[in-house]
């Protein structure tokens, strides 16, 4: 090495250093300072919300078109830092998307209630691509979404058909620990919730009005729970279940409308593989489904009766369900291919067909039903006790031989056991292959049928006249020791 210059350096090794190190400090300062600013980009949000808007008073703006891009922005941002839990879409603004919105886990979206994610006209999107769904295939956990609007725009993209996958509103895969609350879904396609392998979904608070399938479709899932939903069908079910278990529906409102396209039964539970043996079905007051209001339905492979028993349905209200001019399994509850069901201290009012029917839909064309929908075994039996069935009407297609409480059409499969029920006013008779010593048949005296208050007189003949159970123990009458008939105490 020249002298000169080990000269230099032995003069000036001082300076040298603190320059190399001001250069590794300034570099390590740079990567420091493009980090912070990457981990605080949004400085307008809150502690652990990230907010969208259309207004520029977010953290992300929105502009009508292909409004997912942001959102999804929003959403990946979540994801990625463990600090931010939640995305918010301010309203009143309605967001246009042309392609899925993402969510990952532990991620709540949420929305003000005029906030509307609204899928675009035409969109010409592929069968089985929802508006909301998971960011990583192999499934998410801890997924809330609550408290905005999504239209599914049925009638800007009518070049597809209803029921057949498209366009449904939100759907999980392999994923669990789903909550949505608090949403308006309407006028789709397909499900408002669907859910397939998984557990613990929650569906609560939500008004559903129109959509093109199921209101919550959850199959293959464990504990599964609605409750407090206001759902008008349209081309099939308010809540539905296959092959699931551990579930529960409770306190909702469903109905439909008298339509060909007004869909199916207010509640499914239908059962082909695995077990289906805890299902509760309670406190809802079903009315005017164009298909049964409770379907119960059991098919395929032969299978056990541990995997198909005890689905209680107890002290919901059905009237006038079954309006559907076109096919003949109507009524209130409809069932086939179950083991031990209970029906107790529910009631039943002016429902089509029956209150109680022990059947299953056809195979055929008729029907556009290629399925053998039969139950491969025997020795399914129903529980019907301290119910109150009144004014059945005879159901429109094929009227004849109808209008009873309880019709039993598979005597050599399907039985009975009827205790201490209330049948009055049934237009085509009490009972067909049925029959009980304990059911009273007189006036119930409810306090307004006509607006459908089905509370009890004090002079009603039903009350303290149901079966005692342990069911129903607990809700003994103080006076003499004994349950009412009906829904209510």
Not at 336 to 361: C, K, W
């Amino acid at each position: 090495m020249d002298e000169k210059y080990l000269t230099y350096l032995r003069q000036n090794w001082k300076k040298i250093g603190l320059s190399i190190v001001i250069l590794i400090f300034s570099v390590a300062l740079g990567i420091f300072i493009f980090d912070t600013i990457e981990s605080n980009i949004f400085l307008k949000s809150s502690n652990n919300t990230v907010y969208v808007a259309g207004d520029g008073n977010g953290d992300f703006t929105c502009d009508g078109t292909d409004d997912q891009v942001e959102i999804n922005q929003a959403l990946e941002y979540v994801a990625k830092n463990p600090q931010s839990t939640t995305v918010h879409l301010r309203g009143p603004n309605t967001y246009i998307i042309s392609d899925s919105v993402l969510i990952g886990n532990n991620t709540i979206l949420e929305g003000d209630y005029t906030a509307v994610i609204k899928l675009e006209d035409n969109a010409d999107w592929p069968v089985n691509k929802p508006i909301i769904t998971q960011m990583d295939s192999d499934g998410v956990h801890g997924v809330t979404i609550k408290g905005f609007e999504i239209n599914g725009n049925h009638d800007k993209n009518e070049d597809r058909k209803r029921g057949q996958g498209y366009y449904n509103i939100i759907k999980f895969l392999d994923s669990k620990n789903i909550d949505v609350h608090d949403m308006y879904m309407h006028d789709g396609h397909g499900d408002g919730v669907r859910v397939e392998r998984g557990s613990n979904i929650k569906f609560y608070n939500n008004t559903v009005y129109k959509l093109g399938h199921d209101g919550l479709f959850a199959i293959d899932y464990l504990n599964v729970e609605a409750w407090n939903n206001r759902i008008t069908c349209r081309t099939n079910s308010g809540l539905r279940v296959w092959n699931s278990n551990h579930v529960k529906f409770h306190d909702n409102v469903i109905d439909s409308f008298y339509h060909w396209s007004a869909g199916g039964s207010g509640v499914l539970i239908e059962k082909t593989t695995g077990v289906m043996n805890d299902i509760e079905v309670y406190n809802n007051t079903i009315y005017n489904t164009y298909g049964p209001g409770i379907w119960l339905i059991g098919y395929g492979e032969a299978y056990s009766k541990e995997e198909a028993q005890n689905v209680h349905i107890y002290k919901n209200t059905l009237y006038n369900t079954g309006t559907n001019p076109s096919i003949d399994w109507v009524g209130g509850i409809v069932t086939s291919g179950f083991y031990d069901t209970l029906i107790e201290r529910n009631v039943f009012d002016g429902v089509y067909h029956a209150a109680i029917a022990q059947m299953y839909p056809p195979s055929s064309e008729d029907t556009n039903n290629s399925v053998d929908l039969s139950p491969q075994g025997t020795g399914y039996n129903t529980i019907v006790r301290n119910n109150i069935i009144i004014d059945t009407q005879k159901r429109k297609k094929d009227p004849e031989g109808t209008g009873y409480a309880v019709i039993n059409y598979l005597p050599e499969t399907h039985s009975f056991v009827l205790e201490n029920n209330c049948l009055y006013n049934n237009t085509g008779g009490n009972y067909k292959n049925a029959s009980s010593t304990t059911d009273i048949y007189v006036n119930p005296l409810f306090v307004n049928q006509n607006k459908h208050d089905y509370h009890l007189k004090s002079n009603s003949p039903c009350r303290g006249a149901g079966y005692v159970s342990s069911n129903s123990s607990k809700e003994l009458d103080e006076n003499e020791n004994k349950v009412n008939m009906g829904r209510y105490n």
